[in-house]
């Protein structure tokens, strides 16, 4: 859009900083997510032991 004049650069980059601000918390997100997994793994065969 900015190659077509349809929207200047200013805005198209607050618009990436806010895409990637979005993505990085969903990352995040995801990243505890699967650490939460794993320490329920953890803590089950940690119960098996005993």
């Known amino acids: 859009m900015v190659a ?3 929207m200047d650069t ?4 607050a ?4 895409c ?3 993505l990085g ?5 995801e ?3 699967q650490i939460d997994e794993l320490r329920a ?3 089950e ?3 098996r032991k005993d």
């Open 15 to 18: 618009i990436i900083c806010g």
């Open 4 to 6: 077509n004049g349809e």
């Open 45 to 47: 065969l940690e119960e």
């Open 20 to 22: 990637n601000t979005l």
């Open 31 to 33: 990243q505890q997510r």
């Open 25 to 29: 918390s969903i990352r995040a997100d």
């Open 41 to 43: 793994v953890v803590e």
């Open 10 to 13: 200013k805005t198209a980059n």
